[in-house]
């Protein structure tokens, strides 16, 4: 595709499901990152994907978060027992080469609106 | 690790004047500084980066300089319309945070309002 695309756009769930949310990255593009946007807040790095390296879960807020990524494309993001606080945009980006020399810009999805009721 | 601060939080011009954002980063490591706009419901898409080689980087009437001596950068936009409304994010990026891949660390936004 053009972009990345992710999905779904919108997710309502209620407090203590699971839920996952998808990323299809731009093809071609080996780095790929979730990040978790608060209401009127910036983004919040959670966990970045290079190649078959291992992932930097660094930013990942809790062990319910998790994420894979499957034949170095898709990625899914997995939220095991939602809680309130869990409500925000995730957005996905890929960029086609990590940092260093080439600080290639990462390009972004529209994200998928969390909603924990 | 990297800290990325960014001010105002709110700026609303007229269409036609000029609008200028600023942030200023921690780590003096830092190498890749990338502009984003984010429009309602959207998710943000780059419109100018630098990097620490240079000074400052013009396309059109976006520029964005950078002083490596005092660890700030800043964006400006001149002719200000009103399509240019939306929220803008500054970021950072350093080889020292985040592993070898350098993260982008990013400011919390500025919602810049272009009045008609």
């Known amino acids: 595709g053009a972009g990345v695309s992710q999905s779904p756009s919108n997710k309502v769930t209620e407090k203590g499901k699971d839920v996952e949310l998808r990323c299809d990255p731009i093809s071609g593009h080996t780095a790929l990152y979730w990040y978790r946007q608060s209401l009127g807040q910036g983004l919040e790095f959670l966990i970045y994907?290079?190649?078959?390296?291992?992932?930097?879960k660094s930013g990942l807020p809790s062990d319910r978060f998790s994420a894979e990524r499957t034949g170095g494309s898709v990625s899914t993001l997995t939220i095991q027992r939602t809680q309130q606080e869990d409500s925000a945009v995730y957005l996905c980006?890929?960029?086609?080469?990590?940092?260093?020399?080439?600080?290639?810009?990462?390009?972004f999805g529209d994200g998928t609106r969390l909603s924990i009721l | 690790g990297e800290n990325v601060e960014q001010h105002p939080s709110t700026l609303s011009v007229q269409e036609g004047d000029s609008a200028v954002i600023k942030c200023t980063y921690s780590?003096?490591?830092?190498?890749?500084f990338p502009w984003y706009k984010q429009e309602l419901g959207k998710g943000p898409q780059l419109i100018i980066d630098i990097r620490s080689n240079v000074g400052e980087k013009k396309d059109q009437r976006i520029a964005v300089t950078l002083n490596k001596t005092a660890k700030h950068f800043s964006l400006h936009i001149t002719e200000t319309q009103p399509e240019d409304s939306a929220v803008y994010f500054c970021a950072a990026r350093s080889v020292n945070y985040g592993g070898s891949q350098g993260n982008l660390i990013f400011g919390k936004g500025t919602k810049l309002s272009v009045k008609p």
């Open positions: 994907f290079q190649g078959n390296s291992a992932p930097d």
């Open positions: 980006a890929s960029s086609p080469v990590m940092g260093g020399a080439s600080n290639q810009p990462q390009h």
């Open positions: 780590d003096s490591a830092s190498n890749y």
